[in-house]
């Protein structure tokens, strides 16, 4: 802790916590169920196709605050965009909606295996532990559900608080709640727009998780692939 860090943000998904089934197959479990046949070859076409119409999402994209509504309406049209492209039939708002939200009701999360022995260490050394992440609004439950919540001071669910990453006022306000220094901070998750430049912008530092090394050329900040390398860049 040679850099006088006081205090350490993590992201929530894909950064401490995994879909367990992943995304795709819960997707194309909640599609049967309300029988929309997709095209599986066009799947990972449709995802692309969604992520690069709507994300990542940058401050200005974003009304300041946005409410439970709005968080609604994103993904229902992410759905709408990802079934124009992989679905034949049932490719309306509607249809949409119920896939967004059936979708959200069977996801399951598990955390990986990394995180536990992190922030025990982090705690130990008297570190203050917080949670910042684009989420749908059930964050503390899904924490609880996986034995997480305990271990952190905070978790800020964007769907709750108004504002999402990679916007200041997310960043502020867990610097608030921990009352320290942006300097003394550093916020640890695996978007390079969302996570590291928001993060940055607000004057914390950065550390990018790259689980699955798709981030090779990435400089902004550095780069690790689990959690236990951390320690050397606080």
Known sequence: MQRNTQA????????LL???????TVFLRVCSQLDIEIVHEHFAEGVQRANTLLGPRQPHDVPKPFSQDAV???WTEYNRILLSVCARNARDAAKAERVYRTFAAAITWR???DVRGILQTLRAQGVRLGIISN????????LERVGLRSSFDFALDSARLGYEKPHGEIFDEALRRTGVEPASAVHIGDSPEHDVDGALAA????ILLDRNNRHQNFTRAPVVQLLDQVLEYL
């Open 8 to 15: 350490v943000f993590f992201d929530a998904g894909y950064t």
């Open 18 to 24: 995994c879909m367990d089934p992943d995304q795709p």
């Open 72 to 74: 609604d309406r994103f």
């Open 111 to 113: 955390v990986y295996d």
């Open 135 to 142: 989420w749908t609004g059930d964050l503390e439950d899904v």
């Open 203 to 206: 004057g914390l530092r950065a």
